[in-house]
C-alpha cells in the first residue's frame, strides 16, 4: 500500500469518528493540529528523558526563553516538550485524556504553544470530550509512527498536512456528505474561527521544527 493511499485511508478513518459533532469543512479543526501534535510527539521521543532530566536540572532557576533554549538543545530540534505524558501515558488513563491533553501541550517550549492557541484546540478537545470521541480520535494518532517523515519549518509541516487532507480522502468524504451540511456553500476554514481557509497560522508563526 502505498503512503498516499494509507494517508487517505487514515484522514478517513478520521472523519468517520468526526462525523455528527462537526460537519466536514470543519474536520481540519481537529485533524491539522493532532498531525502536528503526533509529529511532534514522534520527533522529540528519543530525546524525552534528557529533555525531562535537563528540566529538572533548571525548574525553578530558569524560565521564558532562557529555559527553552537549554532545553530545545537538549532535545536537538528548534522546540521540546518537558511533560512527562506522551500520547501513549495520556491513553492509559481514559477518565481524564482531555486535562492529560491540555498539560501536554502546555509543556512545549513557547513557539509551539502559540500554535495550538491560535488553532483554539482548547475548544476542540472540550467539544470532542463532550461527544465522547476525544479518546478514540487520539488513539487512531497514537497507532500513526510519524517518525519517518520529514518536518522542514512548522510551516512546511502544516502545510504538508493541508494538501494531504485537500487531495486526498476529504473532497470525496464532503461530496458524499454534502447534503448533511447545513450550509454547503461554506469553504473549508483554518482553525482560527470563522475565517475562511488562509495561509495555515503555523505558516505565519516563527521557524520551528
Same mark, same amino acid.
Given at each position: ?25 470543519? $474536520? ?26 535537563? $528540566?529538572?536540572? $533548571? ?42 491533553? !491540555? ?69 470525496? $468524504? ?27 497560522? !503555523? ?7
Amino acid at each position: 500500500m502505498s503512503k498516499s493511499h494509507e494517508l487517505s485511508q487514515f484522514i478517513w478513518s478520521i472523519a468517520d469518528l468526526l462525523r455528527g459533532p462537526y460537519r466536514p469543512p470543519q $474536520y481540519e479543526r481537529v485533524m491539522l493540529p493532532l498531525v502536528v501534535l503526533r509529529r511532534f510527539d514522534c520527533v522529540l521521543e528519543p530525546t524525552k528523558a534528557k529533555v525531562l532530566e535537563k $528540566y529538572k536540572k $533548571y525548574q525553578g532557576k530558569l524560565e521564558g526563553e532562557a529555559l527553552d533554549t537549554i532545553l530545545n538543545k537538549e532535545s536537538g530540534q528548534r522546540f521540546h516538550n518537558h511533560s512527562p505524558l506522551d500520547f501513549n501515558k495520556i491513553l492509559g488513563d481514559s477518565d481524564n485524556v482531555h486535562s492529560h491533553l !491540555a498539560a501536554y501541550i502546555q509543556g512545549f517550549s513557547e513557539n509551539v504553544r502559540k500554535i495550538f492557541e491560535r488553532f483554539e484546540f482548547s475548544a476542540e478537545i472540550e467539544r470532542m470530550r463532550e461527544h465522547n470521541i476525544l479518546f478514540l480520535v487520539l488513539s487512531r494518532f497514537a497507532n500513526i509512527d510519524m517518525r519517518n517523515r520529514t518536518t522542514g519549518n512548522l510551516g512546511d509541516c502544516t502545510k504538508c498536512v493541508r494538501v494531504a487532507c485537500t487531495k486526498h480522502a476529504l473532497p470525496c $468524504y464532503n461530496d458524499i456528505l454534502l447534503k448533511e451540511c447545513e450550509e454547503p456553500h461554506v469553504r473549508p476554514i483554518c482553525p482560527t474561527r470563522g475565517k475562511p481557509r488562509q495561509n495555515h497560522p !503555523a505558516a505565519t508563526s516563527e521557524s520551528g521544527p
